[in-house]
């Protein structure tokens, strides 16, 4: 009989909830935003507790999980990514997301090129990286003492919640379904409101726009509960935010280009591509095409997906947007100063008045344009600045 044997059941349920939600925090915070990202340094108590706790609950490694994660946006929708939904199937990451974990954790050139910068001291050689399975048993035997032959229960709830919310949930189903605030060139997806079960990962495609940043919600109505315990933290002087994703401001009296202007639109790509295509690709395929019938709204869908990739297209993808643009005058010339903007970027050669120019240029010639979503884009871009 364990010494908390006679709780009933709602209270069993409570504590494992409780102590699997301790769990992902340590995985949001310490193996994710710190240790995989350096977004956040951790105080010496929150570190060690972290590590401590990911032992019990998980048998982890930091150095295989982190060089996993790392991997994964190196190599993110492509074959050589580890969890890949479109590559591995849904089903596959979803359900078997734990598998595929393991399996590339044996991968040692993967631990090599993508694990460093993790700890090697002689917990980690001796018994965390050296004895993870003692962690889970230690654990097994703790919920026992506790809690009775209910202790197994919540010690298998435990095991399989990161196998099941982190490795399949938020590595498959964030990478298929869910919505996108920014056009990242992978496939990831916003999938709240999930946080007080997934810590604030669920906003999984703003943390694919901002990997470095450890804050991952950008809207209001978002809410990233990892990061209300890192500001915890922080006031209680237990951690310290290295990066944040930056955040423009739009001065709509601004009438001047300049140099500001020029920071901000050139060091700010994600966020004034995905304004693109929110403010001006959208409304014209909307306008263009509209979405009445089944076979509008395939066709829809094709041509939002030709007009926002930013990666080459193949030769398929090629002659479906020449068919597409052949029929459309407005959103070919979307498309041209879409191609146009994309260019801006790789000026980064020339000097600050070759790039002031340029960014001048391209605003005053789309201002002209006879597409309205265009010239008010191009409007609202003279007003860009990066938030003091």
Request: charge should be positive.
């Amino acid at each position: 009989m364990g010494l908390w044997s006679e709780l009933a059941v709602w209270q069993l349920v409570g504590i494992a909830l409780g102590l699997t939600h301790i769990t992902i925090i340590a995985v949001t915070i310490f193996l994710h935003r710190s240790q995989t990202h350096r977004a956040v340094d951790l105080g010496f108590i929150p570190f060690h507790f972290f590590r401590f706790w990911l032992w019990l609950t998980t048998g982890m490694v930091t150095r295989e999980w982190v060089a996993i994660h790392r991997k994964h946006h190196a190599k993110c929708e492509t074959v050589d990514d580890p969890h890949s939904p479109h590559f591995k199937g849904i089903q596959t990451v979803l359900w078997r997301g734990a598998w595929l974990y393991r399996r590339e954790s044996l991968n040692q050139e993967t631990l090599k090129l993508y694990g460093r910068g993790t700890p090697d001291d002689w917990l980690e050689r001796r018994l965390y990286a050296r004895l993870p399975w003692l962690g889970v048993a230690c654990m097994l035997l703790i919920d026992l003492a506790l809690f009775g032959w209910a202790g197994l229960a919540i010690w298998l709830v435990q095991m399989l919640w990161i196998p099941f919310w982190a490795a399949g949930v938020i590595n498959g189903l964030a990478h298929w379904w869910g919505y996108r605030n920014w056009q990242t060139e992978d496939a990831s997806t916003n999938i709240s409101p999930f946080g007080i079960l997934i810590g604030g990962e669920e906003l999984h495609n703003n943390h694919h726009a901002f990997a470095a940043s450890a804050r991952l919600s950008s809207k209001w109505y978002e809410f990233d509960l990892g990061w209300m315990y890192i500001r915890l933290l922080a006031l209680m002087g237990m951690a310290t935010v290295r990066n944040l994703a930056p955040r423009l401001t739009i001065n709509p009296s601004k009438q001047v280009v300049d140099l500001d202007t020029v920071a901000a639109v050139l060091g700010n790509r994600i966020q004034v591509l995905s304004n693109f295509a929110r403010q001006v690709t959208q409304p014209v395929l909307k306008a263009e095409l509209g979405q009445t019938s089944q076979p509008s709204r395939k066709q829809h869908r094709l041509a939002q997906r030709l007009l926002n990739q930013s990666k080459p297209l193949d030769q398929t993808a090629k002659a479906d947007l020449q068919q597409l643009l052949a029929g459309h005058q407005a959103l070919a010339t979307v498309y041209q100063f879409k191609q146009s903007l994309l260019d801006l970027w790789e000026r980064t050669t020339h000097s600050q008045e070759a790039r002031l120019e340029a960014v001048q240029e391209w605003i005053t010639h789309a201002e002209k344009t006879r597409v309205v979503a265009l010239a008010e884009f191009a409007q609202r871009l003279r007003g860009y600045s990066m938030a003091a």
